[in-house]
T-cell receptor
Framework: ELKVEQNPLFLSMQEGKNYTIYCNYSTTSDRLYWYRQDPGKSLESLFVLLSNGAVKQEGRLMASLDTKARLSTLHITAAVHDLSATYFCAVGMYNNNDMRFGAGTRLTVKP | DVKVTQSSRYLVKRTGEKVFLECVQDMDHENMFWYRQDPGLGLRLIYFSYDVKMKEKGDIPEGYSVSREKKERFSLILESASTNQTSMYLC?????????????FGEGSRLTVL
């Protein structure tokens, strides 16, 4: 059974600092997703990573995938308050009928 | 843009009531999903459907059923609601034509069972 572990589950950081969220998964997978959720809102897609060594960047967020280590990271550079949200990783198999989500990382960026 | 619409954003029901949650997508996606989201547990798959009238159980199907009579619509049914079904319910869809298999989510339906 595919299991996905995210850490940390809660992250409070100062504006301007850097930090990394980790996503480990238990079985071989061919795709990894990162989503953002604002309070009371639905999930918004951030990144889709489809191959070993894939790296994608958008603004202050950068996601990478190491399929051999079964690890994805979401790196936050010079955090700003607008990045405060809950971030989920999700691991999928072909046709996504077996997609699994991590528990989420609740990020708070303080001035 | 893909749009996934959930008919009810907030519902309050009593124990034992029958509850219908409706989801409609407008991009002709083959796959549709129902998840429930609880704090600290992430999203857990209840049911999914890959075609009209087809359905597959997810991780937590007990107490739920689904219906997909038309491609664009996927309904989640709670035959007899219980307090432990108080949760946020998220509908999602995806297209087999997309290599990345990305899911598109609705706004969610927050259900409270008293």
């Amino acid at each position: 059974e595919l299991k996905v572990e995210q850490n940390p589950l809660f992250l409070s950081m100062q504006e301007g600092k850097n930090y990394t969220i980790y996503c480990n998964y238990s079985t071989t997978s061919d795709r990894l997703y990162w989503y953002r959720q604002d309070p009371g809102k639905s999930l918004e897609s951030l990144f889709v990573l489809l191959s070993n060594g894939a790296v994608k960047q958008e603004g202050r967020l950068m996601a990478s995938l190491d399929t051999k280590a079964r690890l994805s990271t979401l790196h936050i550079t010079a955090a700003v308050h607008d990045l405060s949200a809950t971030y989920f990783c999700a691991v999928g198999m072909y046709n996504n009928n077996d997609m699994r989500f991590g528990a989420g990382t609740r990020l708070t960026v303080k001035p | 843009d893909v749009k996934v619409t959930q008919s009810s954003r907030y519902l309050v029901k009593r124990t034992g009531e029958k509850v219908f949650l409706e989801c409609v997508q407008d991009m002709d996606h083959e796959n549709m999903f129902w998840y429930r989201q609880d704090p600290g547990l992430g999203l857990r798959l209840i049911y999914f459907s890959y075609d009209v009238k087809m359905k597959e159980k997810g991780d937590i199907p007990e107490g739920y059923s689904v219906s997909r009579e038309k491609k664009e619509r996927f309904s989640l049914i709670l035959e007899s609601a219980s307090t432990n079904q108080t949760s946020m319910y998220l509908c999602a869809s995806s297209s087999l034509a997309r290599e990345d298999g990305e899911l598109f989510f609705g706004e969610g339906s927050r259900l409270t069972v008293l």
